[in-house]
């Protein structure tokens, strides 16, 4: 045995013995993941794109007719279609708003806590413990039923404090109040993560930092702003992308609470979309489209921002 | 304190805000079914019955449908955990020429929007069915393979943290006992990053738990192997709805996963701690 | 070194192998090698209004199955007619993990038979005894081409429904033409603001395809092998703008109607809120159940002129066996059971459907006079959407909905909403 090695500034000792035993080792623990990662996330993201190049419709898929190869064929129709861009309107309005409302809610309240008796802040956790519990389809399926036009108890209590007109007050029928219903369901179940992380992340910074602060006189909105926002920012950060990577993909509660995309398509997104012409219509080839635009999108704007934390020089 | 009692109560109400809906569901789960049908705005009962978990439970074969969601998740969690551990060792105490590529990668996995896989994966797992039945489509089998696949990339992520805070000095002393580096791994870093393991595998069962969508796709006719949140669907019917069987059904299903979070909730802020650090 | 580079070698090769091999995968039809006398039989139904009566007759009849074949399972799933298009396509795309055995629409054939979704069952069902009994015209819908892929299981018609005592109460005469239709309802609503005049909603496409029909319009005209789109002709467009103006705050509120189907626009009426509906024979057990059934009436949908009758849409269900099916025998023996004498007519007295078999049909009419409106619109003359493959994608995108609840809404105006479905009916048959 030779003797010990001075410290070496690496990750482990193992690295020693690597150097002896060949580069395998640490492949061999990444074997299981790989595998699976390559055959179910890889391989099908290949198989998206493929399948966007094809004319693959129901004949095609069952073998009635032969297979096509159409090139941008289907970006092109996809892209000519006015549907297309209310539906991806819709998507960015909708994600944008829920991603908006999810940090505004959970933060509000995550700083709220800090200032709570403990009994008061347990309590809110306990509840908020609960909403993010809550399954997206328990959770729709509760929303359909609170407001329920005529058995609900949010239009019977409108009703009942003399607002008449929403007895029998439909909530998904136009547009927007569609979106606002399933918009308020997702701030329910997203916003407790948002608040657990980000009162985790400020009782994570030292009192006497703040003290500092306070000391040197500054305001409880200048210590905010310039002491507790940079130090929490890398939890900002999880919070924020997660809810984009989140509310961007958002399929269960648009599909089961306006009842698969509401009036005449209104309320679909991209996902819905992408679902209803793949497996409604039968149109596997432009469903994949679909999904490839919604692959970019949501790695365009991940990547940005994360681009614009690591240029501000923090480091996920 | 005039100050601390306005900021408490403004919490409370927003507690009995959060509460509301899940309070509701209980409520109109325990509710007589005439009382539900005649819309009685009532917030609360005189006379609560188990009635509706009976439709639900012994009619509607809830029961069957709840051990598949189980088994499904309890699937995931161990396979994605195993694989996600696995490479949370290599990529945190390993020094290798590929490792910042996979890393980065891994953090791209993250981002990809696995709903829109959903047509490859269908595809996929066709095929897989045609020569692994249990794996393919309306089995089982193919929720957790599309599962495990998903949950990893995040699972590694957080694991991260975890494996890579245990201390250097114990690996060299067991590479001193003259332990092998399975052993290691095995007997002293699973262990000691238990606690991660634990909050990693919460979004795993949470994640599978409540997933609908493949669910909805994959298991084309085998109703013996539906999913709880497609049974749930199952229950809206076009004729006037059997509230009490929804929200009972919602009751079962989102009871699992709160006591999961309950036991575990100490574990959450710290996990995502872990995750935060990396 | 040198190991990394055969390593890096052996990776791309394994790629491009993988690569090349991944053209879109194609179901192989080759179809089913076992035909299998034992084990579990899958049937899907549809799931409908009220349906315990229905599943109580399907229960029988499975018991019965189940009694004289030993080892044999049958399992039903009732499926929501909304999410069909979903349902049928996941099962044509994998028929290793299809049904057995499926209850259709007889609109949606076309399309299920272009997917190849169905076996052509001709051969046995022309040694079948009762099959004779089913008339030419009616056996015709569960056939395309040369095929047949299933037997037509019960037909359903569509007249108007509407409460004597309301129109009594309000001096109210029955309709005699469509337009008088609308005014009664108009009429209603004024005076009993809390009720639907005529509970009719913005996805119910039958309801609403005998307003197009009654004043010459077409949803499509057939040309040579293809269809054309006519829905954005002056006839057709004459029957929407009627329509519009039932989905309108006096007649039947946007708020409420524009997304009811045809069921809920029947609840509408079975639960007491609606003077007026466009129901199916189907629903009169519904109907007689409730607490409207001393006050309903009921006749044809009369037509744009007093005595005439509003062409009606003849649909109808078959029963039919899945072409992925390893139980083939059993499957076609299952359909003969449900769709044979004992349970057409047992279907009838449990859910009031019109049966196929001519024998079962004379029997009923004999019977029972509520039947007469509903035979009186069949000999009437009675109409179909397009037979192609493009209408299941037509209705699963729900380009006439879509239609009809933009110009109730507001969102487009009568020729607007026209012209553009007219654009997406050519783009579906256009795609075939």
């Not at chain 3, 019960?154 to 008088?180: C, H, K």
Request: aromatic share 10%; hydrophobic share 50%; proline share 5%.
């Amino acid at each position: 045995m030779a003797t010990p090695a001075p410290p070496l500034r690496v990750p482990g000792r193992m690295l020693a013995r690597v150097r002896r035993s060949g580069r395998l080792e640490p492949w061999m623990y990444l074997a299981p993941a790989l595998a699976v990662l390559g055959a179910l996330l890889v391989y099908p993201l290949y198989q998206l794109v493929l399948v966007s190049f094809y004319d693959y419709r129901q004949p095609q898929v069952t073998g009635a007719e032969p297979l096509r190869f159409i090139g941008w064929g289907n970006y092109r129709a996809l892209l000519g279609d006015p549907q297309f861009w209310e539906v991806l309107a819709n998507t960015v309005v909708f994600a944008g708003a829920c991603v908006a409302g999810t940090l505004a809610v959970g933060g509000s309240l995550a700083v709220l806590a800090t200032r709570l008796s403990a009994w008061v802040r347990t309590l809110l956790f306990l509840a908020a413990l609960g909403a993010w519990a809550t399954p997206a389809v328990t959770g729709s399926a509760v929303w359909l039923f609170l407001f329920d036009p005529s058995l609900g108890p949010v239009n019977q209590a409108l009703a009942a404090m003399g607002l008449t007109g929403f007895e029998g007050h439909s909530w998904t029928y136009t547009k927007w109040s569609a979106f606002g219903l399933v918009l308020s369901q997702v701030v329910w179940c997203s916003f407790p993560f948002v608040m657990v992380t980000l009162y985790a992340g400020i009782r994570a910074i030292p009192s006497e930092v703040i003290e500092a602060a306070r000391l040197d006189g500054a305001s409880t909105g200048r210590i905010a702003t310039s002491v507790m926002l940079p130090m929490l920012r890398p939890a900002m950060a999880i919070v924020t992308i997660q809810s984009i990577i989140w509310d961007f993909k958002i399929f269960t509660q648009i599909y089961i609470m306006t009842g698969g995309g509401g009036i005449a398509g209104q309320n679909l997104v991209l996902n819905v979309y992408a679902y209803q012409q793949a497996f409604a219509s039968g149109q596997y080839g432009l469903g994949s489209a679909i999904g490839v635009v919604t692959t970019l999108l949501l790695l365009a704007i991940s990547l940005a921002y994360l681009r614009a934390l690591r240029r501000r020089g923090e480091v996920l | 304190m005039l100050r601390r009692l306005r900021t408490d109560s403004a919490g409370l109400l927003i507690t009995l805000v959060v509460a509301f809906p899940l309070y509701w569901m209980v409520l109109s789960a325990l509710k007589p079914r005439t009382a539900l049908e005649a819309g009685d705005p009532a917030p609360y009962t005189l006379s609560p019955t188990l009635d509706s978990f009976r439709r639900v439970l012994v009619v509607e074969d809830f029961g069957r449908y709840l051990l598949n969601s189980v088994g499904v998740a309890a699937a995931v969690v161990v396979c994605s955990t195993l694989c996600a551990f696995l490479a949370a060792v290599a990529l945190t105490r390993y020094r290798f020429r590929s490792r910042a590529t996979l890393l980065v990668m891994v953090l791209i996995a993250q981002m990809v929007p696995v709903e829109a896989l959903t047509i490859p994966l269908f595809f996929l797992m066709r095929g897989i069915g045609q020569s692994v039945p249990q794996l393919g489509l309306n089995h089982l089998g193919s929720l957790v393979l599309v599962h495990t696949a998903f949950a990893t990339p995040l699972a590694i992520w957080m694991l991260r943290g975890f494996v890579a805070a245990v201390p250097r000095e114990l690996e060299e002393a067991s590479w001193l006992d003259g332990a092998g580096s399975f052993t290691f791994v095995w007997r002293v870093l699973f262990p000691l990053t238990a606690p991660g393991v634990v909050a990693t595998s919460i979004f795993a069962f949470i994640m599978t738990w409540n997933d609908f969508l493949f669910a909805t796709t994959f298991i084309i006719s085998a109703q013996e192997n539906q999913t709880l949140p497609v049974a749930l669907l199952s229950f809206f019917r076009p004729d006037e709805n059997d509230w009490g069987a929804i929200m009972a059904g919602s009751v079962l299903m989102t009871l699992p996963v709160l006591v999961f979070f309950l036991f575990v909730q100490r574990r959450l802020a710290s996990g995502l701690g872990g995750a935060v650090k990396g | 070194m040198r190991y990394r580079r055969t390593a890096r070698v052996g990776a791309l090769v394994a790629l491009a192998a993988l690569l090349a091999a991944c053209a879109p995968a194609q179901t192989d039809t080759s179809g089913p090698g076992a035909d299998r006398m034992e084990g579990t039989l899958r049937v899907w139904l549809f799931s409908e209004v009220d349906q315990e009566p229905k599943e109580r007759v399907v229960d029988d009849a499975i018991a019965e199955f189940e009694a004289a074949h030993d080892g044999v399972d049958v399992e039903v799933q009732y499926i929501p007619v909304d999410s069909r298009a979903e349902r049928f396509q996941g099962a044509f795309n994998d028929p290793s993990s299809a049904p057995d055995v499926a209850e259709y629409g007889n609109t949606d054939l076309a399309g299920y038979v272009e997917a190849g979704g169905f076996a052509d069952i001709g051969d046995e069902l022309a040694d079948w005894d009762a099959y004779s009994g089913i008339s030419a015209d009616v056996a015709a819908t569960a056939q395309v081409g040369d095929g047949t892929y299933g037997v037509p299981w019960f037909l359903g018609v569509r007249a108007l429904f509407y409460r004597s005592d309301v129109f009594d109460e309000l001096g109210i005469d029955t309709p005699q033409t469509l337009q008088e239709v609308v005014e009664a309802g108009r009429t209603v609503r004024e005076e009993k603001p809390d009720m639907l005049g005529l509970s009719a909603g913005g996805a119910y496409t039958y309801g609403f395809l005998p307003f197009v029909w009654a004043h010459g319009g077409a949803i499509a005209e057939r040309d040579g092998g293809s269809y054309t789109a006519a829905i954005d002709s002056p006839e057709a467009k004459a029957g929407l703008e009627l329509y519009s103006q039932v989905l309108s705050p006096d007649v039947c509120p946007p708020q409420t109607c524009a997304q009811m189907t045809g069921n809920e626009s029947v609840q509408n009426f079975i639960a007491g809120e609606a003077a007026m509906t466009i129901g199916g024979n189907f629903n009169m057990n519904a109907v007689q159940e409730s607490k409207v059934a001393e006050d309903t009436a009921v006749v044809p949908l009369p037509g744009t002129e007093p005595d005439s009758v509003a062409p009606a849409f003849a649909g109808g269900n078959n029963l039919g066996v899945l072409a992925g099916t390893d139980h083939r025998t059993l499957s076609v023996e299952f359909v003969k059971l449900l769709a044979g004498k004992k349970y057409q007519q047992r279907m009838y007295e449990a859910m009031g459907n019109l049966p196929t078999l001519s024998g079962v049909q004379s029997d009923i009419a004999a019977q029972d006079e509520d039947v007469a409106p509903f035979i009186e619109t069949l000999d009437a003359g009675t109409r179909f959407v397009p037979v192609t493959g493009a209408w299941a994608s037509i209705d699963a995108e729900g380009v006439l909905p879509t239609m009809v609840q933009r110009v109730a809404s507001g969102d487009a105006s009568v020729d607007k909403a026209a012209g553009d479905a007219a654009a997406s009916l050519d783009e579906a048959f256009g795609g075939e």
